[in-house]
C-alpha cells in the first residue's frame, strides 16, 4: 500500500511567484517569509515524496462563479497553468498522477461526497506556487493531485465537512494499491480580507491558535461556522479550510504525527504568511 509521509501548509500569493521571478528571496520584505522553506526542503530531500495531494482554491482560472463546483479532483496526466493577470512567469505543467486520482474520486464517492471528476483542469497559482516554493531549483519530482475546494463563491463547504473530506482522501491514499510515498499538501491564508470595509484585516491572535491546533486539537477550527470563520480570519482567510483538509488526511495517524518546521510572518501584500510541516512517525519509528 502507500505510504503517507506527511503534510504542508503554506501560503499562496501571487506576489510571492513576482518575488521569486525577480530574484527577491533575500530582500528584507521577502526574507522572513522564504527562511521558513529551508527546513522542509531538507525533509522533502529526505524522505522524497513520489506524488503530492494538492487543496487548493481555483481564482477563476479553471472555475469561474458561473460554474463552481464545491469539491473538484483533477484526473489528468498533466496541469498546465496560465497568466491569470498577475504578471507571473507560466510555469512548466505539472505531472499527474491519473492511477491515484481516480481512486481518490472512487473512495470519495463511495464516503457519499459528491465529486467534480476533471480530465482537463487548468490549475493556477495556488496550486503551482507551492510547489516552486518546495522546489525552487527546478523540475519538480513529484507528480500532483489537485484537490480543489471552493473559497470563492457561497455557499461554502463547513469547516466540518472539509476537514472529513481531507481525512477520506487520507483514509483512500493509505489504502492505494501503490509502493509509492505520497504528501499532502495546504495552499492558501491565512488571514487576510482583501476588499471592502475590512480590507488588509488580520488576526495574529486567531491564526496562532489556528496553527498551534494543526498540532494539539486538528478539529478546532470545525467548531465555527463559514460566517464565524470569515470574521475571525477576513473574506479571503477561510483559505484555511485547505489546512483543515490536510490535517483531516493525517488523522489516520492520532498522535503519530509531529511538528517538523513551523513559520508565520506578517504582513504580505496584506496577508499573513504562514507554513508548516507535519510528519507522520511511521510504524517502527521513534
Not at 498522535?255 to 510504524?283: C, D, F, G, W
Request: hydrophobic content about 45%; overall charge negative; charged content about 20%.
Amino acid at each position: 500500500m502507500a505510504t503517507l509521509i506527511g503534510g504542508i501548509g503554506t501560503s499562496h500569493i501571487p506576489a510571492i511567484g513576482g518575488a521569486i521571478a525577480r530574484g527577491q528571496q533575500q530582500e528584507p520584505y521577502w526574507k522572513p517569509f522564504f527562511d521558513g522553506f529551508p527546513p522542509i526542503r531538507d525533509w522533502l530531500a529526505t524522505t522524497r515524496p513520489d506524488v503530492m495531494v494538492v487543496f487548493y482554491n481555483d481564482h477563476g482560472l479553471n472555475f469561474f462563479l458561473d460554474k463552481m463546483p464545491t469539491f473538484a479532483i483533477g484526473a489528468a496526466p498533466e496541469y498546465r497553468n496560465a497568466d491569470e493577470g498577475w504578471g507571473i512567469p507560466t510555469l512548466a505543467p505539472l505531472r499527474g498522477e491519473p492511477e491515484l486520482s481516480w481512486h481518490l474520486v472512487n473512495a470519495l464517492v463511495e464516503q457519499e461526497f459528491d465529486i467534480v471528476s476533471c480530465q482537463e483542469m487548468q490549475v493556477d497559482h495556488a496550486c503551482s506556487l507551492p510547489l516552486k516554493l518546495l522546489y525552487p531549483e527546478g523540475d519538480y519530482p513529484v507528480a500532483v493531485v489537485p484537490v480543489c475546494i471552493n473559497t470563492v463563491q457561497f455557499p461554502l463547504p463547513k469547516a466540518r465537512r472539509v476537514h472529513a473530506l481531507g481525512k477520506a482522501v487520507g483514509e483512500a491514499i493509505r489504502t492505494w494499491d501503490s509502493s509509492k510515498k505520497v504528501a499532502v499538501v495546504a495552499s492558501g491564508g491565512l488571514s487576510h480580507q482583501l476588499d471592502g470595509e475590512r480590507a488588509g484585516f488580520i488576526n495574529k491572535a486567531f491564526d496562532l491558535q489556528f496553527l498551534d491546533s494543526m498540532e494539539s486539537n486538528p478539529e478546532w477550527a470545525t467548531q465555527f461556522s463559514i460566517h464565524e470563520l470569515v470574521e475571525k480570519a477576513g473574506t479571503q482567510g477561510v483559505e484555511l479550510l485547505m489546512w483543515l483538509a490536510m490535517r483531516g488526511a493525517l488523522a489516520g495517524a492520532g498522535p503519530r504525527v509531529r511538528k517538523l518546521h513551523r513559520n508565520y510572518h506578517l504582513p504580505i501584500s496584506n496577508t499573513a504568511t504562514a507554513v508548516m510541516a507535519l510528519e507522520v512517525v511511521q510504524a517502527g519509528s521513534r
